[in-house]
Structures are given as structure tokens and as C-alpha cells.
């Protein structure tokens, strides 16, 4: 049996990627990590479909001078498991942003992606500048 091509002329593959850049100097990481999700699931796009990946790069500027609200730096804590038993590894909001400014957002974003494949896929559009 003959394999048949059907790939359409608009489907993702052939179509150029949309370069979004945004400022996040002096917005609040939540806020503006809703609003990345919104644009990595390419939700502002007339032909919008949940199950496609996507084809929008959000490039983010300043991305180093967040704001959290609160008391957040000192008490929102991060974790993580190595993998071994009884390694739970847990930082500080402010010990990260120290550490790796850019993680808390990035960390911010991958939580309001949905939960699905496509969730890997869409945060590697995700850039910093």
C-alpha cells in the first residue's frame, strides 16, 4: 500500500513561528506567568485547538526583576526530589532568585500549563533575554 502524504499547506510544521517579547520588569511573577501560558497554548490565535502544540515564542525580558507580593521571597518555598529516598530538596523564593533568577518563573508558567504531552513542548518556546 502506497503511503499518502496529507499534510495540509497551512498545518503547523509549514507556518513561521509568531516572536512575542514581553517585559516583566516590575510585574508580579503570577500575573505575568498567566498570562505567558495564555500565549505558549496559542489561546489569542482565531484558529486555536487544544490539541495542537502550539506555535508562538514568548521571549521575556527582565525576567530577574519580578515582583512577588507579600512575604513570598522569605516564605514560598520551592521542592524537588533527587530520586533517592529521603532526598526532598526544598529553597527559598529568594535563595532561587539568587541562585537561578529566571527559574521562578519558568517554574511559575510549567504550573499553569496543562497537564498533558503538549505541557514539555510549550515551555521550550518559553525564552529568556
Same mark, same amino acid.
Given at each position: 500500500?502506497?503511503?499518502?502524504?496529507?499534510?495540509? &499547506?497551512?498545518?503547523?510544521?509549514?507556518?513561521?513561528?509568531?516572536?512575542?517579547?514581553?517585559?516583566?520588569?516590575?510585574?508580579?511573577?503570577? =500575573?505575568?506567568?498567566?498570562?505567558?501560558?495564555?500565549?505558549?497554548?496559542?489561546?489569542? =490565535?482565531?484558529?486555536? #485547538?487544544?490539541? !495542537? &502544540?502550539?506555535?508562538?515564542?514568548? &521571549?521575556? #525580558?527582565?525576567?530577574?526583576?519580578?515582583? !512577588?507580593?507579600?512575604?513570598?521571597?522569605?516564605?514560598? @518555598?520551592?521542592?524537588?526530589?533527587?530520586?533517592?529516598?529521603?532526598?526532598?530538596?526544598? @529553597?527559598? #523564593?529568594?535563595?532561587?532568585?539568587?541562585?537561578?533568577?529566571?527559574?521562578?518563573? *519558568?517554574? #511559575?508558567?510549567?504550573?499553569?500549563?496543562?497537564?498533558? *504531552?503538549?505541557?514539555? =513542548? =510549550?515551555?521550550?518556546? !518559553?525564552?529568556?533575554?
Amino acid at each position: 500500500m502506497a503511503k499518502v502524504n496529507t499534510k495540509k &499547506e497551512s498545518s503547523p510544521e509549514t507556518v513561521k513561528a509568531e516572536v512575542l517579547q514581553l517585559d516583566a520588569q516590575g510585574q508580579t511573577a503570577g =500575573r505575568l506567568a498567566a498570562q505567558i501560558a495564555y500565549y505558549l497554548q496559542d489561546k489569542h =490565535r482565531p484558529d486555536y #485547538a487544544p490539541q !495542537l &502544540e502550539g506555535r508562538t515564542v514568548v &521571549e521575556v #525580558a527582565n525576567a530577574d526583576q519580578i515582583k !512577588l507580593t507579600g512575604r513570598k521571597w522569605q516564605d514560598k @518555598i520551592y521542592y524537588h526530589h533527587t530520586g533517592y529516598l529521603g532526598n526532598l530538596k526544598s @529553597i527559598s #523564593a529568594e535563595k532561587l532568585h539568587q541562585k537561578k533568577p529566571h527559574q521562578i518563573l *519558568r517554574l #511559575a508558567v510549567w504550573g499553569m500549563l496543562p497537564k498533558n *504531552r503538549l505541557r514539555s =513542548r =510549550r515551555i521550550k518556546r !518559553l525564552k529568556f533575554v
